[in-house]
């Protein structure tokens, strides 16, 4: 270390003494000035002219390699932004500030009063002056100190060859190189200089940096587009690639073409930088040809499906970190760490040990640019960033604007056909600054986070047409993957990690090219490659860091809505380092600690609840999102993703998903909360291109059906082993598919390993369903239309099997789904799937049919669905998931005992479904049967409460229980959210017996009756609001309330009671006589007959009717009120 210091400093001594002879003797004459016109100054760069040959342009007719033209997606569309012509070689420049008048020259003795700065000299510009650096004024060996530029001043470089070096800059004037009218065509260069062991970090803000609090324009030659996509794809050994644009790239230049592998790290980097030699013009119009310096080492594919990006990272004006000081010194083994027990590689940040050997690449050094506080302003376009970026030291990044505050005027902040590449610290970083501007940039090899959103109040900020690849995590984010510290890559939850030196924002963990703490921007027409994820959006409960409870920002970045709608991106080669991770990743949290340290979790955590009140959940607005006003929608539109474990995760609470595409991935979606996805289309995976096998893990099995087990770890062979179109979740979900198709998905794909059979995937279905819990159970949850199905041989399937050690499962039993046109089961008509595990349960009427463990059933307009809870053993209901019914079965395995059969009106108990301790009862409402009899194994529960009611206001579902003869009974309707009786409401409604059945059916829900020929209590279940008016407690209820609803494409699907937050937690609880908690002795009735006797196994008896006028007082409505009592002996 001391020797490199040494060397360093010795470079530096060479390069102050030969500026102390070069400066101020270049120029011949004190008022040199270069020359502005159209003859001295390089031509603007154009688009191509000249056309391929044709012997070099590939038959355009080969449908194995088609080419792809005008960003073609079959159902998402890919913005681009609006076409330019870039043909003119000399387009007009205006308000160029190095050709004002008043302007004094660098190289002018005068200027400085005597002397013109030399070498080594922090120089600070004369007071209220237009300094002007022209082509001679400094020379390239130059490495000045501290450039100061007081307020008042200015520093302006001219349109002309300039190589400027020093240790930073401190602008609280102004530095200029061109205008947004006025881009510079000669080549102009800022190096700056500095090594990390030579500060005491962090250093101050213009050490080795840019650092502005007054004005910054940075303005190069525009090159359109910035980055396009591949039309064809290109192979490896191939020195031609054709792009869907007409570029006006140069010879000379630097384009990367990334990857189309699964993983994308420092140890699998399959992306490619190339030189430009030549670019020319096709036959295909708006397809061009560019030629490479050298072949390419890799294939970049590029189909109908999708295609890697090609991107532009030269321009013309370079802000870069010195050769000598900028990289990284900790790069032994190249950063690559090997897992000790399968051989498989990833990068090292913080290996398998922990320890210094494993530590590495965090030692990058490279410049910054800040804009710093709200007097600022900072404009750049055509700049490109070159070792930039210091590991680790917060607020060094490439481009920062920081802190600039709410009220940023319109183009103070701008950012446009930018690049940055080899950063050590981030991109482009936006920083309590809104309405900023970051367009059309690139951004490729990174440390950390890339386009990043800093402590999530960035708001009303445009992040438009982007390209970030290549990029870094930092931390042990590779522990999911081994099972160590709490991880597991299959499961939900990972393990929080605290912030630490090396560390310095935990969820840098995942890494990824955008990170965006706060939704309420735009988000339009990027692309994402490589990465944790593509596009992470953590939780933030309140903002972080700076901005932690500071007056003025009190709210939730975690619930804030979308601006507009998520639309036109794309993510790629992402999503490898976790089962759940995604292209795009709606998850994760990230807080502070007591005492202020920052901690993180890359899994589930805290669901967002997206909000128009941004206080909501907050200290400062504890309630939440209460009333359906307030209720927003995450809204995602035009997007895709392609090779990634997972498509989009959302652990949100609302969503719609429309026009979204998913290739080769393992998963479409795995959302939570009311989700409507429309026009998806989910290539399980695509007929033409694979990615390396076992992701390149150097001790891959040979290719095969059935390679042994031990070798490479499960994230390198992930996409090997399995995949799903799309997994309805297994409780408190609203999902609503419609107008979407599925493609290539088969458990016979003949690439698959580590199945049952060679060739054969394990449990690779389009739709699954999770059977694995008994403490985790559906209510009905989801219901699809116009469903298409293309070369699938699997429609749906359970997660888990009757054999497996979950064994026959509550979640299992209540597994259904309306398909409310019939094409998710190939009926055409109206129905609904439900288990097979629950015998005839859903089985609904004699047209039902079964197809892979779900009955299939035509349904007619009476027939609906409904879901109840019915709560007899508070006690031991709370013991659910830790001591009876697991989510999972543990060693040794817990019970779920069966406690009651449901049957439908009209069958035979032994075609019911079977009740567990965790009793919630999801099945059909069948209009011909009428109703559901509940029969307990120890007798029907003294006291039994009904919750979590999921019943339609059109739906009539009768429910049926037995007691003792003479039972009475007092049946009350509360919620169980807290209510106090007030001036405005009552908390408690009283049910009142009738005379029959049919007067129940009739009510709106706050009857009873007690057939005492059948010793049989008939209710209606319906949904109430959370509290009633302020009237009587015994006035019978003269209307329904209306369910609240979940609807989208022509589907409702009706919220439970229990997450519907307008109506808190509706109630009926029933109280008996009985003398024992168990009513006894149970009387041996049978099930009620069903309404028609068309029902599917039409039995029992009883006559629905009062046998007499009764006796006993009852205590379904008050003595004197004038009721039928009807609950008495008879």
């Known amino acids: 270390e001391k020797s490199s210091l040494a060397m360093r400093v010795a470079l530096f001594l060479v390069g102050l003494a030969v500026g102390i002879v070069a400066a101020g003797a270049v120029c011949p004459s004190a008022g040199f000035v270069d020359s502005y016109t159209s003859q001295s100054l390089p031509s603007a760069p154009v688009a191509p002219t000249l056309m391929l040959a044709s012997e070099l342009m590939p038959d355009v007719a080969n449908a194995s390699f088609p080419f792809i033209q005008d960003h073609w997606s079959e159902e998402a569309t890919m913005l681009r932004p609006e076409a330019k012509n870039m043909s003119n070689p000399n387009p007009v420049q205006t308000m160029c500030p190095h050709m004002q008048s008043g302007l004094v020259n660098w190289h002018d003795p005068a200027t400085w009063g005597g002397a013109v700065p030399v070498a080594g000299a922090n120089v600070s510009i004369p007071a209220n002056s237009k300094v002007l650096v022209a082509s001679c004024s400094v020379s390239s060996s130059d490495i000045f100190g501290t450039i100061t530029v007081p307020i008042g001043s200015e520093l302006i470089f001219s349109d002309a060859p300039i190589n400027f070096s020093a240790t930073g800059f401190n602008i609280q004037g102004a530095l200029r190189l061109g205008s947004q009218s006025c881009r510079l065509r000669n080549k102009v260069s800022i190096t700056l200089y500095g090594a990390r062991g030579a500060q005491v970090l962090p250093a101050e803000s213009w050490v080795k940096g840019i650092f502005v609090e007054g004005e910054i324009d940075v303005h190069g030659a525009e090159f359109f587009p910035t980055w396009t996509r591949l039309a064809r794809t290109a192979s490896a050994n191939d020195t031609w690639i054709f792009v869907q644009d007409v570029v006006n790239w140069q010879p000379g230049q630097t384009v990367v073409v990334t990857t189309t592998e699964v993983k994308d790290s420092r140890d699998f980097n399959h992306n490619e930088e190339r030189k430009i030699v030549e670019v020319k013009r096709t036959t295909l119009g ?22 890697a990006e090609v991107a532009l990272l030269s321009r013309n004006i370079l802000v870069q970190g010195d050769q000598y000081n900028s990289e990284p010194t900790d790069t032994a083994n190249g950063g690559v760490c090997t897992d000790p027990s399968d051989g498989s590689t990833f990068p090292c940040t913080t290996g398998v040990s922990g320890g210094p050997t494993d530590r590495l690449f965090l030692t990058g050094f490279g410049g910054h640019i800040q804009i710093a506080h709200n007097r600022s302003q900072g404009r750049f376009s055509g700049l490109e960033m070159f070792r930039m970026g210091q590991t680790n030291v917060l607020g060094r990044y490439p481009l920062h604007f920081h802190m600039m505050g709410k009220n940023v005027s319109a183009n103070a902040a701008v950012a446009t056909d930018c690049s ?9 970083a936006i920083h309590g600054t809104d309405n900023a501007m970051l367009s059309q940039n690139v951004a490729y090899d990174a440390i950390g986070h890339c386009y990043f959103l800093e402590d999530g109040v960035e708001e009303n900020n445009v992040l438009q047409y982007n390209l970030g690849a290549h990029v870094h995590m930092l931390g042990p984010f590779h522990q999911p993957s081994l099972g160590i510290q709490g991880n597991s890559f299959g499961g939900q939850n990972l393990a929080w990690v605290d912030e630490y030196p090396e560390l310095l924002l935990p969820s840098d963990l995942t890494s990824s090219p955008f990170y965006l703490t706060n939704t309420f921007n735009d988000f339009i027409g990027n692309a994402a490659s490589g990465g944790w994820s593509g596009y992470a959006i953590p939780s933030l409960p309140v903002p972080v860091k700076a901005y932690y409870d500071k007056p003025g920002y009190h709210f939730s970045p975690k619930n804030r809505p979308l601006k507009s709608a998520f639309r036109g991106n794309t993510a790629h080669s992402t999503g490898f380092w976790w089962g759940s991770a995604a292209g795009i990743y709606v998850g994760g949290e990230l807080k502070h600690k007591t005492g202020g340290s920052l901690t993180y979790t890359a899994g589930r955590s805290a669901n967002r609840d997206t909000c128009s009140d941004p206080t909501a959940g907050t200290p400062w607005g504890p309630s939440g999102c209460w009333t359906t006003s307030q209720q927003l929608f995450l809204r995602f539109e035009d997007n895709k993703v392609f090779l990634a474990n997972r498509g989009l995760q959302d652990w949100g609470q609302r969503a719609e998903i429309v026009r979204i595409e998913f290739h080769d991935v393992g998963l479409s979606m795995n959302v939570f909360g009311e989700v409507w996805v429309d026009k998806m289309l989910m290539e399980c995976r695509s007929s033409k291109h694979l990615p390396t096998w076992f992701a390149g893990c150097p001790t891959a099995p040979a290719k095969g059906p059935s390679p042994p087990w031990g070798l490479c770890n499960v994230r390198d062979y992930t996409f090997w082993s399995g995949f799903g179109g799309f997994q309805w979740y297994d409780v408190g979900q609203l999902h609503i598919v419609t107008n979407s198709t599925f493609r290539n998905c088969r458990n016979d794909w003949p690439h698959c390993v580590y199945g049952p059979s060679p060739g054969i995937c394990n449990g690779n279905t389009v739709f699954t369903l999770l059977t694995h819990s008994d403490q985790f159970v559906p209510e009905v949850m989801q219901g699809t239309s116009k469903l298409a199905f293309e070369n699938c041989n699997n429609r749906w399937g359970f997660s888990t099997s009757l054999t497996s050690k979950h064994g026959l499962t509550t979640s299992g039993r209540l597994q259904s789904w309306r398909d409310t046109d019939g094409t998710a089961s190939g009926l055409n008509v109206p129905a609904i799937l439900g288990s ?18 779900m ?110 003869a003479g039972t009475t009974f007092n049946i009350t309707g509360t919620p169980t959210t807290p209510c106090t009786p007030a001036s405005w409401r009552q908390c408690t409604h009283y049910f009142r017996p009738v005379w029959s059945l049919d007067d129940v059916r009739s009510s709106f829900g706050d009857t009873y009756f007690f057939d005492n020929t059948t010793n049989i209590l008939y209710l209606r279940v319906v949904w109430r609001s959370s509290s009633f008016p302020n009237v009587s407690p015994y006035i019978p209820w003269s209307s329904a309330d209306s369910t609240p609803v979940f609807s989208r494409g022509g589907i409702s699907l009706v919220e439970s009671s229990w997450s519907s ?47 007499g006028s009764g006796s006993g007082s009852g205590s379904g409505g008050p003595s004197g009120s004038g009721m039928p009592s009807g609950s008495g002996s008879g």
């Open 855 to 964: 009955w299939q059933c035509p349904i007619a307009a009476s027939d609906s669905a409904a879901s109840i809870t019915l709560q007899s053993d508070p006690t031991l209901e709370m013991t659910i998931g830790t001591a009876v019914c697991p989510n999972g079965q543990p060693t040794p395995p817990l019970p779920c005992n069966v406690i009651a059969v449901a049957t439908h009106f009209g069958r035979n108990e032994s075609a019911g479904l079977n009740v567990s301790v965790n009793s919630k009862i999801t099945g059909p409402i069948i209009g011909e049967a009428g109703g559901w009899f509940v029969r307990y194994a120890s007798g029907t529960p003294k006291v039994l409460s009904i919750r979590s009611v999921q019943v339609g206001t059109a739906d009539t579902l009768i429910l049926a229980l037995p007691y003792p």
């Open 1061 to 1107: 937050v307008t109506s808190g937690q509706w109630r009926i609880e029933i109280v008996s006589s009985c003398a024992t908690t168990n009513c006894a002795p149970q009387p041996n009735t049978a099930v009620p007959p069903a309404r028609h006797s068309s029902s599917v196994n039409s039995s029992g008896s009883g006559s629905g009717e009062p046998s």
């Open 286 to 307: 708006n397809v061009t040809a560019i030629k490479l310096d050298s072949s390419l080492s890799y294939l970049h594919y590029a189909g109908l499906e999708y295609q």
């Open 420 to 428: 940055v590449h080899r950063s050590y610290f981030r991109c482009y």
């Open 836 to 853: 097979t595990w629950a015998g005839d349960w859903w089985r609904i009427n004699r047209d039902c049919t079964v197809r892979d463990q």
